[in-house]
């Protein structure tokens, strides 16, 4: 009945800050590009086994290092091993560490900051302290320490990296809760005698929502880049599996004679930031209509 | 010696062509007082900054027009030409002294900079002409608070500041943006006659831009009121004042004619009485530091404050900023935490309740916020909005909710259609009706009405008073209104309360109050309402 | 002032014997000790360098012997190149990190904020999103891809510039300088953008205007000051991802800093060497962090009277 009345066709019908936000990312081509890339890339990475052309640890040893061709489309390492079906491999690894890494992050990040803002007051100020000081902590060096002694898998990985992220999901999840909750439809929600889980998801919620989003989708890259960088190092992922970072640290090395073993996974490692970035960075422009383009 | 003609501003947005300003003409002589009137969106302030090219040129455009100043025309010459006339042959003030004042800066600085850019004054005799300044208008102890940040100024100071930053190079026309209207009420008083003697003294010519056409009665010698970017009318003050011809000037005038209230009273007394404050208080406690925050001290918003409140009446409480009016009202709503004292609604206890009864008992006392932008969920249509009260205390089934959804839309004169728009899509106006409507949603005994008009153009203020009023009637509502604005007071209320740093100053029935004013402060705030 | 600079000193302390006990802690629940690699020590010589070390003591013992240690400024011996004391190694592979930190933050600041201020004065033109486009390579392009780039373009193929080590040939600083300094260099440019922006549109900017004010003197003495206070507040933080990047760089263009020192010292699980070289970048990066806090009070009058009034 509700619904019925609600669609007549007499009532003008509103546009949302989401529709309308959702219209200005569409404007934004590069955003669009980098959508439409990301989703490139994460079907190629689920698809993989399926896929791709050999397998990750076929070795072919006679053949050692040759140039793209037509039965290898990027070429051989000094293994014989293909370098397509090895950054195809590589892309599940970094893709798989970057949401999930990022959504371990989100987890606590929003739990925690949700929770002091929230509460507010004294139980607000320790938790924030503690998340000061943490900050202070050389967090790198620790994912090292870690890597060192437990070994490199993906378990660790996914928890030690989610485990640095969350601090600032934390700050900024609870720095746009105060500003939410200060404001004045948060009171008269509460003058009206609203459940407080009534108003945390009707309210606070929804309009907390933007802001994180965007925080997350510009987290992935830096997980994702956190993690090449460890493999780089040969403190992450290690060999037979392959990860974009340990593919580029082999490439160095034989940079001057082959560099194609360099430059496909370096590029597909930055064209893979490069979408997260401009997607993440289309987003805030969206949400925030200051920085609108008149 | 300001001749514009015809001026026409443009902005292009990406929905489209704003006209801002259209076809304005109007003089100005040395040594007058001009005053432009305009509700927000007139075009008064994008006038006179384009005159000093400061409006942004993409999005904005000067289409059209000439403004002759000393003999040349101001909206053909290029940026340095421009640089000359700004802050030495015309200068501005703004509306907010805070914000206009670079807070990085000491004050002998930001004083003596125009001096330097424009003058060939050494830095000593710059700081001599700013020593002068400061204490023409006003400012004690000048040697020692010069060397000061704008921050250890209060509002009123920082506005004097401005001032004297704005004449120090001795202009010959002063714009002056909305000075007065971030100001307490009583300061208001002050920098009006500190412009007026200044204006006198210089023999300045000003242009003065104000919403009010009451500000704008009592400084100027010639009126002109804009609406939409239009001229409306032009014309001497006493004119305007005594024969406005068009209707929208009679609107703007009667809005700021203090009136008394055009309906009697419907107060009764009951025994117990419908709402009893006694001696409430709430504190706040003080934290200083930067990094670890200390308890240093409390600040005493509610201070030992009793009142009490009829069944059917319309209780002003008025005060200025710091007053802790708006503090009491939310200590009786229980939105803040009073420290002790007492609220009894028809002798039911409201601070004691539990958390589970207080949550049943708030559907009898409800609030009106001020700001219609910040007081409505900017994700839930209007129909959600009305919708969820009614709904949470069961007052209505799935079945009849859009019915009377709609019955609370046609209350606060609302058009039905619109019910499943956000509220970013409507006016201000519109959406002070919104919360109005969502407050009376749940049938309240009390309404708390925290400065509903305040933020709202003139025009509008006056017709939601109006609904207020008739609300009240129509469903036997007592409110207490809270106010700093005694000529809204005046026209709303049966009582009021005078407040002053949390405490009570004066009270006592509205007319009463405003003609034999007993205390001093309650003098005060009367002598600043504009007399016409 | 100064009590408030004391204040966050002793603040600091917990942090970094948190960090040490930590650090200790996962060392040495870290299966096998430094000396089983090799292997062809003989069990018997084990078991007498690890008496000797004192690894058979109970861990609380040493732990507390080496904070005892530290406080006389002394972090142990390497365990793997053992005529070495820590210190020394400490000591020596320092410089030249700091020195690489030090040139890239200064390639960061000055390309950072000229791109940045630049971008912020005609914002949504070329001006703006050439900058800023840049700005965004040098975010996508991490370290160890950037590296290898320029080694590549201008080491083997340009031949303009040395290969590897620091301070050995002229020219041998700018490569790696510039491969840490991008990305830094990236975010000071959007960074500052975005403060100038913010600062730009303020009222007191308006007023500046209406005094017919200079637009040089406007951006420089008005603006500057607000608009680069977010990329204070980003440096003292930025010491931490410096101090991780130059593990990256040192090892790309072999520059015997402390950085490839410690990533050595992980893979051959040299104890004092992980647990002397995390405890000092903890300390180096509590130390600028403290500046950057101190700077930041500084800048802003209204916190300055708050602090010296001693709160």
Redesign the interface.
């Known amino acids: 009945m509700q619904s019925e009345l609600l669609s007549s066709p007499n009532l003008e019908q509103g546009v949302s800050l989401s529709q309308d936000a959702l219209r200005r990312l569409r404007k934004n081509k590069m955003a669009i590009a980098g959508l439409f890339v990301l989703i490139f890339l994460i079907v190629i990475a689920l698809l993989t086994p399926w896929i791709a052309p050999y397998s990750y640890d076929g070795q072919d040893l006679a053949l050692g290092v040759t140039s793209p061709s037509q039965q290898h489309w990027l070429g051989t390492d000094a293994l014989g091993r293909d370098q397509l079906t090895r950054v195809m491999y590589g892309s599940r690894v970094s893709l798989a560490v970057g949401f999930i890494a990022t959504a371990v992050a989100l987890l606590i990040g929003v739990l925690w900051g949700a929770t002091a803002g929230f509460l507010g007051g004294r139980a607000d100020a320790i938790m924030m302290r503690i998340v000061d000081v943490l900050y202070a902590l050389p967090f790198t060096i620790f994912i090292i320490l870690l890597t060192v002694i437990f070994g490199s898998s993906m378990l660790l990985l996914f928890l030690a990296i989610g485990a640095v992220e969350w601090l600032t999901m934390a700050r900024i999840v609870r720095g746009q809760v105060l500003t939410i909750k200060r404001q004045e439809f948060v009171e008269a929600a509460v003058s009206m005698g609203f459940s407080p889980w009534q108003i945390i998801s009707r309210h606070l919620i929804p309009n907390v929502l933007g802001p994180i989003i965007v925080y997350t989708t510009l987290t992935i890259p830096s997980v994702i880049l956190l993690e090449s960088f460890l493999s780089f190092l040969g403190l992450g992922i290690q060999p037979p599996q392959s990860s974009w970072g340990s593919l580029i640290s082999a490439g160095v090395e034989t940079m001057e004679e082959f560099p194609w073993l360099l430059i496909f996974p370096g590029l597909t490692l930055s064209i893979t930031l490069f979408s997260l970035n401009f997607l993440g960075d289309g987003l805030r422009d969206a949400l925030d209509p200051r920085s609108a383009k008149d | 010696m300001l001749s514009v003609k015809n001026l026409r501003v443009v902005f292009?947005?990406?929905n489209g062509t704003a006209v801002a300003v259209d076809d304005l003409s109007f003089e100005l002589k040395a040594g007058e007082v001009l005053g432009i009137v305009g509700e927000s969106g007139s075009g008064k302030s994008v006038a006179c900054y384009s005159l000093?090219g400061?409006i942004p040129t993409?999005?904005g455009k000067i289409e059209r027009g000439t403004a002759e100043f000393l003999g040349r025309d101001l909206l053909q010459m290029n940026e340095s030409e421009?640089?000359?006339?700004?802050?030495?042959k015309i200068?501005?003030i703004?509306q907010?002294p805070m914000?206009?004042?670079?807070?990085?800066?000491r004050v002998v600085d930001q004083l003596i900079?125009?001096v330097l850019?424009?003058q060939n004054l050494s830095k000593e005799e710059a700081r001599q002409r700013a020593i002068k300044a400061l204490t023409e208008v006003g400012i004690r102890d000048v040697d020692t608070r010069i060397n000061e940040?704008p921050?250890?100024f209060s509002g009123g100071m920082r506005q004097r500041v401005?001032i004297a930053?704005a004449l120090i190079t001795e202009p010959q026309l002063l714009i002056a943006d909305e000075p007065t209207t971030a100001l307490d009420v009583t300061v208001q008083a002050q920098i009006l006659a500190l412009i007026k003697k200044l204006q006198q003294t210089h023999n300045l010519a000003v242009i003065f831009i104000t919403h009010d056409l009451g500000v704008a009665l009592q400084m100027a010698d010639n009126i002109i009121v804009m609406e939409k970017g239009k001229l409306i009318e032009q014309g001497t003050t006493e004119k305007i004042f005594k024969q406005p011809a068009q209707a929208y000037t009679q609107k703007l005038l009667s809005a700021v004619l203090t009136t008394s209230k055009p309906t009697p009273s419907l107060a009764e007394k009951t025994e117990p009485p419908f709402l009893q404050v006694k001696q409430l208080k709430t504190y706040f406690p003080k934290f200083?530091?930067?990094?670890?925050?200390?308890l240093i001290g409390s600040e005493k918003a509610v201070d030992d404050i009793s009142l009490t409140i009829n069944r059917g009446e319309i209780l002003g409480v008025v005060g200025e900023s710091g007053s802790g009016k708006s503090t009491l009202g939310?200590s009786i709503?229980?939105?803040v935490d009073a420290q002790s004292g007492e609220i009894l609604l028809e002798g039911k206890d409201l601070l004691n309740l539990s958390d589970s009864d207080?949550?049943?008992?708030?559907?009898n006392?409800?609030?009106i916020?001020?700001?219609p932008y910040?007081?409505?969920?900017?994700?839930?249509?209007v129909?959600d909005t009305l919708a969820?009260?009614l709904l949470?205390?069961k007052l209505a089934t799935?079945?009849n909710?859009?019915e009377q959804v709609n019955q609370l839309m046609d209350d606060v004169g609302l058009d039905?259609?619109?019910?499943?728009?956000?509220p970013?899509?409507f006016s201000g106006g519109q959406r002070q009706r919104i919360?109005i409507a969502?407050a009376i949603a749940?049938k309240p005994k009390l309404i708390i009405a925290d400065e509903p008009v305040s933020a709202l153009d003139v025009t509008i203020r006056a017709q939601i008073l109006k609904l207020l009023l008739e609300l009240t009637q129509k469903h036997q509502l007592t409110m207490l209104f809270i106010s700093h604005d005694m000529s809204v007071v005046r026209y709303l209320c049966d009582r009021v309360l005078v407040m002053q740093k949390g405490k009570l100053v004066e009270e006592g029935e509205t007319e009463t109050l405003f003609s034999a004013p007993k205390e001093s402060y309650t003098q005060q705030l009367l002598a600043a309402i504009p007399k016409l | 002032m100064y009590i408030f600079i004391l204040k966050r000193i002793l603040q600091s302390i917990p942090v970094l014997l948190a960090v040490s006990l930590f650090t200790f802690i996962m060392v040495r629940s870290a299966p096998g000790g430094p000396f089983d690699q090799d292997r062809n020590v003989p069990p018997a010589v084990i078991k007498n360098l690890n008496a000797h070390y004192h690894l058979d003591d109970p861990l609380w013992k040493q732990y507390v012997d080496y904070i005892m240690n530290l406080l006389h400024g002394d972090f142990g011996p390497s365990f793997k190149f053992q005529s070495h004391n820590v210190n020394d190694l400490i000591l020596a592979g320092f410089p030249p990190t700091l020195e690489l930190a030090f040139y890239a933050t200064l390639f960061a600041l000055v390309v950072g904020l000229t791109a940045g201020i630049t971008a912020s004065l005609k914002p949504n033109s070329l001006q703006d999103y050439v900058p800023m486009s840049s700005a965004m390579l040098g975010i996508c392009l991490p370290s160890f891809v950037l590296g290898p780039l320029l080694l590549l373009i201008f080491g083997s193929w340009l031949q303009w510039l040395p290969v590897a080590g620091w301070g050995q040939i002229p020219g041998d600083k700018i490569l790696p300088s510039i491969t840490l300094g991008a990305s830094y260099a990236a975010y000071i440019a959007r960074i500052s953008r975005g403060g100038m922006l913010e600062v730009l549109s303020q009222d007191y900017i308006r007023t500046a205007r209406a005094k017919g004010l200079s637009p040089i003197r406007i951006v420089f003495v008005h603006a500057l000051r607000g608009g680069i206070t977010p990329v204070i507040s980003f440096l003292g933080p930025a010491i931490a991802g410096l101090l991780a990047g130059s593990f990256v760089v040192e090892t790309i263009f072999q520059i015997p800093g402390l950085g490839r020192f410690y990533v050595q010292a992980a893979f051959n699980r040299d104890y004092t060497m992980i647990m002397g070289c995390t405890i000092f970048f903890a300390f180096v990066i509590i130390v600028f962090n403290l500046l950057s806090d101190i700077i930041l009070v500084y800048l802003n009058p209204k916190l300055r009277q708050q602090v010296s009034r001693g709160h």
């Open positions: 292009n947005t990406r000093l400061l993409p999005p421009l640089r000359k006339i700004r802050g030495l200068s501005m703004f907010d914000t206009s004042l670079n807070p990085y800066m900079e125009s850019e424009h940040y921050h250890q401005m930053m200083g530091g930067v990094f670890i925050k200390r939310r709503m229980r939105l207080l949550k049943k008992s708030r559907r006392f409800q609030m916020f001020q700001d910040a007081s409505l969920n900017p994700r839930m249509t129909f969820e009260p949470t205390h799935q079945k909710v859009v039905r259609r619109f019910i499943r728009k956000y970013h899509e919360a969502r749940l």
